[in-house]
């Protein structure tokens, strides 16, 4: 039977594994590159949090060091060396309601700035952009009403009358403009968070939760979902893409273009019709029409169980697919992109993504098997428990040549 480990080994060994606990956080806390730093603010209500949150991890990192060195105090000066047993405090009214009244206090203080911060980040009148926004499994659906006088965020389209505008995967926003957020879920609780914009918000089914967003300057802001949603919780995130003025505009007026079909006898041509007979059904592309001149609109709910699917039109301007879990463009062009400077980010964003930028790696293997890359279900038995309709994207069976032509024809959704 070994020994027990003596107690100045244990306290060497937790020293140790404290040394080594501290070293780790000082390495991530230097670490570069993190697109949802919470202590990266760049938009006011972000600002507002973290006037919040660095005092209070002051105070309770202070706190939490003159704790620890106490505890370590009482450890070695009262180490059992056989002596008698020091006077205890017990009952001593002046110390306990002292260690009870100064926490209280402490938290109080905490309690009135913190409650103060939720009213001011629950403000809404101010903001001039109104964006719905909708949690499905598992992606983020975004919609642009259009105001009374025609325009879309204040931004009246220069070359089409507004209409609705869908999209997904990545949200558009002006730069310097509240943006009101009203968020809701088709399916679970889902929950929106783009931590250098601002905090978190659940996105409740049946109910309509209202949220404020503002970019300081343009760029690309990460966030994810971060409430639990099903098997693919992990593969939801979304990006907002924060334009200045004329480049929101230039993103508008491109967004509502008319539909253009693809030249005749080419492979873009071939897989428009691939399209129409195999994506069609699901996936709304504005414009499309079928042989006889009729619109073909999409009907998700007849197909799959979530009863929605992103919208395709444009496609090509995003940057991310399959609910942001992936890049539409290789990582060089990425790159190029997500470290623009703020004057030419906005001409990087808009070339959306070329033949040269494609990656087509990604975006095959998805059209090839997309339950294999994201998966929709635990297991295939399920459809018997649907109605027969799939759980997400379906494996097509799509031949190569018929993926070919479907990316041929996507890179002209632009």
């Given at each position: ?18 040394l ?31 006037n ?18 106490v ?19 017990h ?6 309601y002292?260690?009870?009244a100064l926490?209280?206090a ?56 507004a ?35 601002n ?5 409740v ?9 503002h ?14 949603c099903?098997?693919?919780?992990a ?42 007979s195999?994506?069609?059904?699901c ?5 499309l ?6 619109p ?16 395709l ?5 995003r940057n991310?697919?399959?609910g ?5 463009l ?23 993504v070329?033949p ?5 790696i ?37 031949s ?15």
């Open positions: 039977m070994s020994e027990r480990p003596s107690t100045p080994r244990r306290l060497a060994h937790a020293a140790r594994l404290a080594l606990g501290a070293g780790a956080l000082a390495i991530s806390a230097c670490a570069q590159d993190a697109p949802q730093d919470t202590w990266a603010p760049e938009g006011e209500n972000a600002q507002t949090i973290h919040l949150q660095w005092p209070i991890f002051l105070v309770a990192g202070i706190v939490g060091v003159i704790v620890m060195a505890v370590l105090y009482a450890v070695i000066k009262f180490k059992d060396r056989g002596q008698p047993i020091p006077e205890q405090s009952g001593n009214p002046i110390i306990e002292t260690f009870i926490p209280a402490i938290l109080a203080v905490i309690a009135g700035f913190t409650v103060n911060t939720i009213f001011d980040l629950a403000e809404t009148q101010d903001t001039e952009c109104v964006i719905n926004v909708t949690g499905q499994q598992w992606w983020w659906e975004y919609d642009y009403p259009v105001a009374a006088d025609g325009s879309i965020c204040g931004y009246t389209p220069s070359n089409a009358a209409v609705p505008l869908i999209t997904s995967g990545q949200v558009i926003i002006p730069t310097d403009t509240k943006v009101l957020i009203r968020g809701t879920s088709r399916d679970v609780i889902h929950s929106f968070w783009i931590p250098k914009l905090g978190k918000r659940d996105m089914p049946g109910r309509v939760h209202t949220w404020r967003f970019a300081d300057g343009p760029g690309i802001y990460a966030g994810q979902c971060t409430e639990f099903g098997l693919s919780h593969n939801m995130r979304m990006e907002m893409i924060a334009l200045d003025p004329d480049d929101f505009q230039a993103w508008l007026d491109n967004q509502l273009e008319p539909y253009q079909s693809p030249e005749a006898g080419t492979l873009a041509a071939a897989g428009e019709v691939t399209y129409v195999q994506c069609a059904r996936h709304q592309v504005d414009g029409v079928d042989g006889n001149g009729d073909i609109v999409s009907a998700p709910d007849q197909w799959v169980y979530s009863g929605a699917a992103p919208n039109t444009n496609f090509m301007t991310t697919f399959a942001a879990s992936w890049d539409l290789t990582p060089a062009c990425r790159d190029e992109v997500w470290n623009a400077s703020p004057e030419d980010f906005g001409a990087a964003y808009l070339k959306g070329t040269e930028c494609l990656n087509e990604d975006l095959k293997e998805w059209l090839r098997d997309a339950p294999a890359k994201k998966p929709m279900y635990a297991d295939a038995t399920a459809l018997l428990e649907t109605d027969g309709k799939v759980r997400g994207m379906p494996n097509l069976g799509l190569e040549d018929q993926i070919n032509e479907l990316v041929a024809y996507l890179l002209e959704r632009k």
